[in-house]
């Protein structure tokens, strides 16, 4: 308890001495405000953009809800598509072989690369960015969910068996559970991924997103808006991966997560 | 330190009053309770007990890798506040560095002797033989046998030449053939070399073999529950109504 | 598992690869797809063979490597060096961990802006935003394998004498590297991710920038076969960090 108490204290010791430093050494000219704006600057821009947005009108909220409708499409679908895909390539041996360059280089490519391409197909809408999100996801995903199902212990699959669950019954009492724990990791990556390919996406062609805001506010010299976009950023991806991580923990219980078992 | 208040015949080791608790002061779990043992230079005991009695954690202690909640650990009149006071120890699971291989594990247990480059080959190949793994040298612990990573372990605590060999349940995962071998080696370098031995093991018949003393932890209550001296000649002789009433005796102590 | 992969395994996936091809090459000549948004792969390898120079493209290729190895090992380097002393020193992990748990979550091309800011649009913004890509898997990894090293292995260590930095050196860092391995090969394809990304949005060499520049210019067979480029590279490269892991740790970590 004390341990955790001490952690608590010093983290904070970290954080708000580098802020005041920082503050201190901005307000006093030692780092130039466009480069490094000051905390309290970067606090000022977070009222401004929540209020009256930038561009104009469009408020953090907009940009907000903008990118996460965007990786919630892109994810979801690329979900929908990777597990029972990833089921049955993982169960047949044959297609598993068949596939498995396809998959390996279909990973390998980088998803960004895929822009330029995706733009002539379906112009710069939103389209474009939801089908790259897709994109990304689907190879982490699915590669995961195939070594999930592929590597399950043969001995768990055989004690099932000698109790006579056999046919679609093993896939539920034996095969599922066993793979979710990687299943889950893949849907953690994944999401890593969709942000990742978002952000890029956005920056360009564009002006609604979280992306785009900072990469906006940097052409007109708007430092701080772009540190505040970045942190929004980073905040709704700490917020949806702890969300993942909550489920995890639910539907998964008997997998106490490698963080838990190993400190 | 104390060493000048003992006496002559005190003993080597010594577990004064010693108590482990895991967890905090109030909320915890008590393993270990008022132990006082003296064990006697060039002494070989064995402890056995019932899975869970605290065995492991009392030669942790006695290593000096865990710390005693209460009382505390002399060895030759010195209070044991770590390891590397003369304990070699074997391992309940191996515990072999998976990146080096065979001969790298013993190797690395003679790694703090002033032997020679040379010397130290020489010795390491000797273990190997010893351990009749001379085959397996450049094999990393995953492609051994449990019992061949368990020999391995053995040479790599003989490798240091301790004063003192803490072992647990060192032949546990061997066939009956080599675990009696070894047993044979063990007695051999422990009465050649003069070594005091602390052995864990859940065989009485080993123990009887073995040992010049039996000591039998209980869980309830926690401790000593007995103490008892063997005093049949060696080679010892499985048959005898001595050794019989003896493993009988131990039997009663360890069901009650 | 085993590391080798068996003859009918590879003819199984050119097989697999083949049909795909086939398919693709069919349906763009048949006029199914429109061969003018999206080309076979012969039509769209010969036609990118007429309008790109070779030299150019190689050029290219070697700017993209030369700065995801540059941001790559520096980010590695920094990765180890933070984690493994975040994991070994407690002071240590108080210092950085906050700092770690604070800038993970932001994806590396956000900081995009915010490096042209800092170091204006040239080499170091793209090395800093690589380095980026590159320091957070490993630096994540190297401190999850420093402190889950078996505490067995580390107390039988200190039976032999060793604490301390031998006790580090010795006996956590060799524990802690296949979780480091793992960790160094995500952080490869994120870099390598993470280049293209930066060379799409601010380079004027490189092949994230070649096939940016192709749109511009409505070449989509150059498009096509830059991205089969890229993603060749990709795993060549990924190829021979494997390889070099499995030299480094393979024999007594098994696959
Ligand atoms: N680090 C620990 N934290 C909490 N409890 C522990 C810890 N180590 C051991 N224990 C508990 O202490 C008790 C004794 O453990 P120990 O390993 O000493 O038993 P043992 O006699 O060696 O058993 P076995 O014969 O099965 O090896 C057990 O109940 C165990 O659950
Ligand atoms: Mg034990």
Redesign the pocket.
């Known amino acids: 308890m004390s341990e955790q108490l001490k952690r608590i204290v010093y983290t904070a010791a970290v954080f708000i001495s580098l802020l005041l430093a920082w503050e201190y050494a901005t307000t006093n000219g030692y780092l130039k405000p466009y480069r490094f704006p000051a905390p309290s600057q970067i606090a000022k821009g977070f009222v401004e953009l929540s209020v009256v947005g930038f561009p104009r009108g469009l408020t953090i909220w907009v940009h907000v809800q903008t990118t996460v409708e965007r990786i919630a499409q892109g994810y979801i679908a690329a979900i929908l598509l990777a597990i029972p895909l990833g089921f049955l390539i993982g169960r047949v041996p044959i297609l598993e072989k068949l596939t498995n360059p396809l998959i390996v280089f279909g990973r390998s490519i980088a998803t960004l690369s895929l822009l330029p391409l995706v733009i002539v197909w379906f112009g710069t809408g939103e389209l474009t960015k939801v089908i790259l999100i897709a994109y990304g996801c689907f190879w982490t995903m699915i590669s995961n969910v195939i070594a999930g199902v592929k590597y399950v212990d043969k001995g768990l699959i055989n004690a099932a068996r000698v109790f006579g669950v056999k046919g679609a019954a093993l896939y539920w009492t034996v095969i599922l559970p066993a793979a979710l724990p990687r299943i889950f990791a893949g849907a953690r990556m994944a999401l890593g991924v969709g942000f990742m390919v978002i952000v890029g996406a956005e920056m360009i062609g564009t002006i609604e997103g979280l992306g785009a805001l900072i990469m906006e506010a940097r052409t007109f010299y708007r430092s701080e808006v772009t540190i505040v976009g970045m942190l929004i950023i980073g905040v709704i991806g700490f917020l949806i991966s702890s969300g993942l991580a909550r489920m995890e923990k639910v539907l998964v219980p008997w997998d106490t997560g490698l963080e838990d078992v190993r400190r | 330190m104390t060493n000048f208040e003992t006496n002559a015949q005190s003993a080597y080791i010594e577990f004064r009053n010693v108590g ?1 608790r ?2 905090s002061q109030d909320n915890g ?1 008590i ?1 270990l309770e008022d132990i006082n043992i003296g064990i006697k230079r060039n002494e070989f005991v064995s402890i056995v ?12 202690i006695a290593a000096g890798l865990v710390a005693a909640s209460s009382g505390e650990t002399v060895i030759a009149g010195k209070k044991v506040d770590g390891p590397g006071q003369g304990q070699g120890v074997v391992f ?1 699971q191996h515990a072999l560095f998976p990146w080096l291989t065979a001969a790298g594990n013993i190797e690395f247990g003679c790694r703090s002797s002033n032997l020679s480059k040379a010397e130290k080959k020489q010795l390491v190949h000797q273990l190997l033989e010893l351990i009749g793994l001379a085959h397996a040298a450049n094999s990393y612990p995953r492609e051994l046998s449990g019992g061949m990573q368990q020999r391995v372990a053995i040479a790599r605590a003989l490798a240091m030449d301790p004063e003192i060999l803490v072992m ?2 060192p032949f546990g995962a061997l066939d009956e053939l080599t675990r009696i071998e070894l047993q044979d080696e063990l007695l051999r370098i422990w009465e050649v070399k003069k070594k005091t031995v602390l052995f ?1 093991t ?1 065989s009485i018949n080993e123990a009887l073999v073995l040992s010049d003393r039996i000591i039998v ?1 209980a869980p309830h209550p926690l401790g000593v529950h007995m103490d008892i001296e063997v005093t049949l000649p060696r080679p010892r002789d499985r048959t005898t109504p001595q050794f019989n009433a003896l493993y009988k005796q131990i039997w009663e102590g360890l069901s009650s | 598992m085993s590391s080798r992969i068996s003859l009918s395994d590879i003819l199984w996936g050119l097989t697999g690869t083949l049909a795909v091809v086939l398919i693709w090459e069919f349906a763009a000549r048949s006029g199914v797809i429109n061969a003018a948004i999206f080309p076979s792969p012969t039509l769209a390898i010969e036609s990118a063979f007429e309008k790109l120079d070779r030299v150019d493209v190689i050029q290219h290729i070697g700017w993209s490597l030369y700065r995801v190895l540059v941001g790559f090992l520096l980010g590695a380097l920094a990765g180890i060096i933070i984690g493994i002393a975040a994991g070994w020193y407690k002071f240590a992990s108080f210092l950085f961990l906050p700092l770690i748990e604070l800038f993970r979550p932001i994806p590396p091309l956000a900081w995009i802006p915010l490096a042209i800011i800092w170091f204006g649009l040239g080499e170091p913004s793209k090395f800093f935003i690589i380095f980026l890509g590159a320091f957070f898997p490993v630096v994540t990894a190297a401190y999850r394998g420093v402190i889950s090293v078996d505490p067995v292995l580390l107390r039988a260590a200190q039976t032999f004498g060793l604490k301390g930095v031998g006790l580090l050196m010795k006996v956590a860092i060799p524990g802690a590297a296949p979780d480091l391995a793992t960790g160094i090969r995500i952080a490869w394809g994120l870099s390598f991710g993470v280049l293209v990304a930066a060379e799409l949005i601010a380079a004027d060499k490189g092949l994230g920038y070649m096939i940016m520049h192709a749109r511009q210019l409505g070449n989509v067979d150059v498009i096509v076969v830059g991205i089969l480029l890229i993603g060749a590279l990709n795993l060549i490269t990924d190829g021979i960090i494997v390889w070099m892991i499995r030299k480094w740790i393979g024999r007594w970590h098994g696959e």
């Open positions: 482990k895991f967890g779990f393993v007990g019932r899975s869970g009695c605290g065995k492991t954690t009392l030669l942790n309940q647990d349940e864990v859940h932890l």
